[in-house]
């Protein structure tokens, strides 16, 4: 390390790089800074800190300490916001207080050459410098830890002095679109007079910023953008960005019933919309903007999850072809934990969407919460520090600025593939909504934001005194703009009912919406046992030149010899449906927690080899033109992973997507995604979904956060077909269910519950033959009973029913008939009822489940059991799933188990005799007793 300490406080890290250039690039660098480190290097061999040189040298090295103050603070001192003063900052910018002074102001300084303007005097260094960095934009990039990011900024944003001329044209068109901003709030509050818009006014500059991004992107080679936003401005994005008709949007204000299958549809800002536009330089764009509940940030790992699939399926992989654009309320975007769930994923392999657009309506409170309230940081948007993206706050009454902005980031994002933020510090002229009184709350702000003219008559004016239009034009265009919506008016109100638009419709033009007999059909499924053998012969592979770890090779040798033994366990049953759909065409794409390996080390999806990094993912081989296969360990979170999953599924119509919990208690963090998209978004705006949710779930003792996949909390979100909900108990129903979500021509999510102690159990398997032939079984018969004298039906789902299988077994009870209930909706009553049937002798109706009595399926089952009496045998209600303690877990499981076999009651025996004393006369003292005995003991 070079000596530098006679510099003092200038900036020593910028020094020494300069010095390092200067020692190793003589020759290479510009005459003067050549002579400027001459004498650099003469006064740091012969210091005296009274020399002329030395004293010369400090103020040189002063000044390029202040040029990075500028870089780094300049953001905290500018002029971007149009409705409050700035908060203080120290230290200021003063020279002073950098070791410079007015006197120095006309000092020529080699440091201009830093910012690209030369040698000059350090009046026109500062000038550049609050030019470049203080006025409407707020630059933060220095935190960038990567040198050629800080360079490519520094180089755009010093060069220009962030700034971009604009033609007379580019300004005509900038204020078209913000006339049509401004013009349709207007019109809108003009006309509908109370009701809620969530109107844009106040940061009507993001109409043009939107469309600077999408002429920007397709200048860069973009020909898709996925968007996502709230309420705030909705209608106007619609309206001046998507192109949805006025009048669509007008009608949806008086309408009084929706077309089509929407049942019950949503509110005017919550829809979405999709839609091909052209450019005024000609070229098609696919503009796809989400539908998104009021749950504001939901939509955000959602649109990344599109993206992607897109990304991959669509655009070859290709960054470039595709972005994401997020538009954010700035309460939202610091307050909701999605949104740094989100940011976590965007670096990651399996998340990747290779940059998103962020644009933040910063309207300086969150419905009546000031911002000082709000959050803890500087900023809004510091949440996108995490990942190093540049950051910009623009004042949102400069659109010039603001488009300037959008084209910066655009390219940035483009050129490094990452996110970028643009905070656009603006006001919401109204409350929350336009029924509501923000004076209450904010009433210094609101009597400025009542004096303060909207961005368009700001822009207006500039344009006028620069000669581009006259008063007279101005009033003209916005009368033109205000007639062409009256006209539009005038349409909305004969179209009649509301038609919602299918989100991605082109994409799910070959699919159905499910009737009420779909779930009674089986569609074409069967897989060949020559092709079974086939691929288990691929996935039980290990390549011969690669070194594994013992256990590698020993589960890779016991599951071919499980094949060999025509035996398939939970595993190989999973695996070979992903197997067969891949050879089929069907990409698979799985993500969770541990998901590759499995939480409970079963699934093995891809081996690790020896002593490197490196991976082997046999499922990568099955075929030469196999469609792909996708496994990734996902971050720690549920919300923002089970979100892009969606999305994902949403735009991977013809494929598998999985999302699978780590435990199935877990879900409860992502349980918005399953309340507003899973269960509920084909009944508000159209959208089909094949998403396939694995959830852990059975009592074993481990406790009340590893028991319980809630699965009464799906089944009271169960209706209408909505969703499969299905409780597997053998691997062959595992594989044709899988394998049947894809094949059939509909799609509704299918949630699973898959088992922990079952995935090892000896009696939980099939055999080739199961998966070569059949179909998934909504409710599997007892085929060990004698159908004449059962006297008991027992009805179950899911793993208890090897726990009633061992008992059943170790009595030899042929009498009792054990029905496993696979699939809990939609509910097989046809089935059910045509067992019941069968059953003619029955007593006995039971239900027996491990969870608590208010927990579940027993809720949903006594709805649907409605023409015979069926009894409940389970733990107590609870407002905990399980116990602690695992002695507590087995005296319970033992009971349910012993109230199902228990001893005979009209004669008091000690003894198991199933009920086979009964006769006419005593039948209903018997289930009397049965009755008190299952609900008080």
Not at 288 to 297: D, F, Q, T, Y
Not at 477 to 492: G, P, T
Not at 540 to 550: A, G, Q, S, T, V
Request: include cysteine; glycine fraction near 6%; hydrophobic fraction near 35%.
């Amino acid at each position: 390390m070079e000596n530098f300490s006679f510099l003092g406080n200038a900036d020593i890290e910028t020094i020494e790089k300069l010095y390092r250039q200067f020692k190793e690039n003589l020759e290479s660098i510009d005459k003067s800074w050549q002579d400027f480190f001459k004498g650099f290097e003469f006064a740091r061999q012969n210091y005296d800190e009274n020399s002329d040189i030395t004293q010369n040298l400090d103020k040189e090295f002063k000044v390029i300490n202040y040029i990075h103050i500028f870089r780094r603070r300049g953001h905290l001192f500018t002029k971007t916001n149009p409705v409050r003063t700035r908060r203080k900052y120290y230290p200021t910018l003063d020279l002073e207080n950098y070791g410079l002074s007015e006197s120095d102001l006309d000092t020529e300084f080699q440091a201009g050459k830093e910012i690209g303007i030369g040698k000059t005097t350090l009046r026109n260094i500062v000038a550049h410098l609050d030019e470049t960095y203080c006025r409407s934009i707020g630059s933060e990039y220095m935190f960038i830890r990567k040198p050629d990011k800080i360079e490519w900024l520094q180089t755009k944003i010093e060069k220009t002095k962030n700034q971009t001329t604009f033609t007379p044209e580019e300004k005509i068109e900038i204020f078209g679109h913000l006339n049509k901003a401004v013009g349709f709030e207007k019109f809108i509050h003009k006309k509908f007079v109370g009701q809620k818009r969530f109107s844009l006014e106040g940061t009507e500059t993001l109409i043009p910023a939107l469309h600077n991004i999408i002429k920007t992107g397709s200048e860069l080679g973009i020909s898709e953008f996925i968007i996502g936003m709230a309420h705030r401005g909705r209608l106007n994005v619609l309206g001046n960005i998507m192109q949805k008709p006025y009048e669509n949007i007008f009608q949806e204000f008086v309408a009084e019933q929706y077309a089509d299958n929407i049942s019950l549809g949503d509110v005017k800002y919550h829809l979405g919309f999709s839609n091909t536009i052209k450019t005024k330089e000609g070229k098609n764009i696919r503009l796809n903007l989400a539908p998104n509940p009021s749950h504001l940030e939901a939509v955000s790992p959602i649109i990344q999850g599109i993206a992607r699939a897109k990304i991959d399926n669509s655009c070859n992989g290709d960054f470039t072809k595709l972005a994401p654009i997020l538009i954010h309320g700035d309460a939202a975007i610091a307050g909701q934990g999605v949104v740094y769930e989100v940011i976590q994923m965007s670096e990651l392999s399996g998340y990747r969407t290779g940059g998103t657009i962020h644009l933040v309506i910063n309207n300086q409170v969150g419905f009546t919460t000031n911002y000082l309230d709000a959050r803890s940081s500087t900023y809004c948007t510091d949440v996108g520090k995490v990942i190093k993206s540049p950051i910009f706050h623009v004042n949102g009454d400069d659109v010039e600025a603001l488009v300037h902005t959008i084209r910066l980031a655009l390219e940035y994002r483009q050129h490094f593939y990452t996110d970028v933020f643009i905070d656009i510090l603006s006001y919401r002229k109204y409350g929350h909504n336009e029924g509501d009184e923000p004076r209450y709350t904010q009433p210094t702000l609101y009597k400025e934001i009542a004096n303060h003219p909207n961005p368009r008559d700001i822009y207006a004016e500039q344009l006028v005194n620069e000669g581009i239009f006259t008063t007279e034009e101005i009033e003209k265009l916005e009368l033109n703009f205000d007639n062409h919506l009256e006209e539009k008016l005038k349409i909305s109100k004969e179209l009649g009912k509301v038609h919602i638009q299918q989100f991605l419709f082109e994409d799910w033009k070959e699919f159905n919406y499910t009737e009420c007999c779909d779930f009674n059909k089986h569609f074409p499924g069967t897989v060949s046992k020559d092709l079974i053998y086939q691929i288990s012969d691929k996935i039980n592979y290990l390549p011969e030149d690669e070194k594994f770890i013992n256990k590698t090779v020993k589960l890779v040798e016991d599951r071919k010899n499980l094949i060999k033994q025509n035996k398939v366990d939970w595993a190989l049953g999973e695996l070979l449906a992903y197997g067969t759909l891949m050879y089929e065409g069907f990409p698979v794409r799985i993500s969770g927690q541990d998901s590759v390996r499995g939480t409970f080390a079963h699934r093995h999806a891809a081996h690790v080899i020896e002593k490197t990094d490196k991976i082997f993912t046999p499922l990568k081989y099955v075929s030469k033109n196999q469609a792909h296969f996708n496994i990734y360990n996902s971050p720690l979170n549920e919300y923002g992973v089970l979100g892009f999953e969606y999305g994902y599924a949403l735009a991977t119509p013809k494929g598998l997507t999985i999302w699978e919990a780590q435990f199935g208690d877990f879900l409860n963090v992502a349980q918005v995604i399953v309340d507003q998209y899973i269960s509920s978004a084909e009944e508000k705006w159209g959208l089909m979904n094949g998403i396939v949710l694995m959830l852990p779930h059975g009592f074993e003792g481990q406790g009340p956060e590893h028991s319980s996949a809630r699965i009464e909390r799906f089944l009271s979100l169960a209706a209408r077909n909505n969703m499969q909900i299905v409780n597997p108990t053998t691997p062959a129903n595992l594989f044709h269910v899988l394998r049947q979500s894809v094949l059939r021509n509909f799609r509704v999510p299918l949630i699973l519950f898959t088992p922990k102690s079952l995935l090892r159990h000896p009696k939980c398997v099939s055999t080739l033959d199961d998966l070569a032939s059949g179909n998934f079984k909504e409710v599997i018969d007892d085929d060990n009973v004698d159908v004449k004298n059962v006297r008991r039906l027992v009805f179950c789902s899911g793993k208890i029913y090897y726990d009633l299988l061992a008992r059943k077994e170790e009595l030899n009870a042929r009498d009792i008939a054990l029905i496993r209930v696979e699939q809990l909706h939609p509910f097989p009553k046809n089935q059910i009822d045509t067992i019941i049937k069968k059953y003619k002798n029955v007593i006995l109706t039971l239900w027996v489940q491990e969870e608590p009595q208010n927990m579940g399926a027993w809720r949903h089952i006594q709805q649907e059991f409605k023409e015979i009496e069926i009894l409940p045998i389970t733990r107590l209600v609870s407002g905990s799933p399980a116990t602690g303690l695992f002695k507590i877990h087995e005296i319970g499981q033992k009971e349910i188990i012993n109230k199902v076999f228990r001893e005979c009651i009209c004669e008091n025996k000690l003894k198991y005799c199933g009920l086979k004393c009964h006769d006419g006369s005593i039948r209903e003292e018997i289930l009397k007793q049965h009755r008190y005995f299952l609900y008080n003991s």
